[in-house]
């Protein structure tokens, strides 16, 4: 049985940004749809005897279904598209594709939001629910987002090739395209939903186009701060979940599994970073995941230090998640009564009101405070909310302990 979901996120988005290469990013609903035609074919057409090469035989699929719709749409001459439909189809250069479309969908004329949903769609594969739980709007909502971005793209006349915008044409796009990386890499490295809890292509993938980025004329250190904490989590990926796939605390983790070449190369970027004159919440976050790469065992972590950043975080980029976060800090520093009165402020917040780590916090808390009514109650409401298969079990494990 073929596994179409796992398919599609390996091909889809580097066979749309192809397509948009070859046919126009302002035909991005077309392309898409077309790409969607092809998978359906596939899936039809293979039954279990998948190609040696399904990538090359879903690109020239797609690639057919576009070429009919533009003849059915006489957007372009019948010859025109003989000629494309007889021309042998380019090998794409997949992370230039990908990282020229997240320029694309990241078009000054698109609202940040809308072009951040526009990128994690069609770049990165993520459906409309995940697309909802991670930009924490509704569905609905979403797909206007989505609409809108497209219209934009095809009232604009978007190509892929960069090289006729302005400078600082692109260097405004720059923040939607690292807004993007950064939530593709947390969707990685902590998923919302499915039986895994970490999706390591995921976090590799927006390595591989943020180094590609800094390659660039883009490169800028914001970038560098963003790749810094990149590597400085993924380092860390091995030892926060067991070979059966569940979660692992941190007090708990085997740090001699941490990939202390690759935290050498995220303090290299990291100090890159500090060549500027301006602090991004980039630089604070990477600074935090620092503190815990640096850290030779839990106890020696810097919980005031890391406390200290969240608070600059927190000043720039108010937010209750970064809120929640910080309380948790809080609470490792100065200890449960302390943690929980920085959590009080947050119960019955509305971005948090779907958020399981809050539950989950409250409940490790009282546990430590001798309140075991009240862990049993927060644990309970995490376990309603959790995403993931592994959450469900870490917390399901914690209430049992109580």
């Known amino acids: 049985m073929v596994d179409l979901d796992a398919l599609y996120r390996e091909h889809a988005p580097a066979i749309t940004a192809s397509l948009a290469r070859s046919f126009g990013a302002r035909r991005l609903d077309l392309i898409e749809a077309a790409v969607q035609e092809a998978f359906v074919s596939a899936i039809e057409s293979w039954g279990t005897d998948v190609p040696a090469r399904p990538g090359a035989w879903l690109q020239v699929a797609a690639r057919r279904r576009v070429i009919d719709a533009l003849r059915r749409a006489t957007w372009i001459a019948p010859s025109e598209a003989l000629d494309q439909l007889e021309a042998p189809v380019a090998v794409p250069d997949r992370d230039e594709d990908l990282l020229k479309m997240m320029f694309v969908c990241c078009h000054p004329a698109i609202p940040l939001e809308s072009a951040l949903a526009l990128a994690l769609r069609t770049l990165c594969g993520f459906p409309v629910p995940a697309l909802s739980r991670a930009l924490r709007l509704d569905e609905a909502a979403v797909e206007k987002r989505l609409m809108r971005a497209r219209q934009v793209l095809r009232d604009e006349h978007v190509e892929l090739e960069l090289a006729g915008a302005p400078d600082g044409e692109l260097a405004v796009r720059l923040d939607g395209v690292l807004r993007t990386l950064y939530v593709l890499f947390l969707e990685g490295y902590s998923a919302h939903a499915g039986d895994m809890q970490i999706d390591e292509d995921l976090c590799r993938t927006a390595i591989r186009l943020s180094a590609m980025l800094l390659a660039t004329r883009f490169a800028a250190p914001r970038g560098h701060a963003l790749h810094a904490l990149f590597l400085l989590q993924t380092a860390r990926l091995a030892s926060r979940v067991d070979a059966a796939g569940d979660l692992i605390p941190l007090d708990r983790q085997d740090r001699a599994r941490w990939d202390r070449a690759m935290i050498a190369e995220g303090l290299e970027h990291l100090g890159r970073a500090s060549t500027g004159d301006v602090v991004s919440p980039f630089h604070l976050e990477a600074a935090i995941a620092a ?25 720039l980029t108010p937010s209750p998640v970064i809120a929640l976060q910080r309380a948790i800090a809080v609470g490792r520093a100065n200890g449960a009564r302390a943690g929980l009165r920085a959590l009080g402020g947050l119960v019955g917040n509305d971005r948090l009101d779907d958020d399981p780590v809050l539950g989950a916090a409250i409940g490790e808390l009282e546990a430590q405070r001798g309140d075991v009514r009240a862990a049993r109650a927060a644990y309970r409401r995490a376990i309603e909310l959790a995403g993931t298969a592994p959450e469900r079990r870490f917390l399901e494990e914690r209430l049992a302990a109580l």
């Open 291 to 315: 503190c815990h790469a640096l850290a030779a065992t839990y106890e020696a972590t810097d919980w005031p230090q890391i406390v200290a950043l969240y608070d600059q975080l927190l000043a």
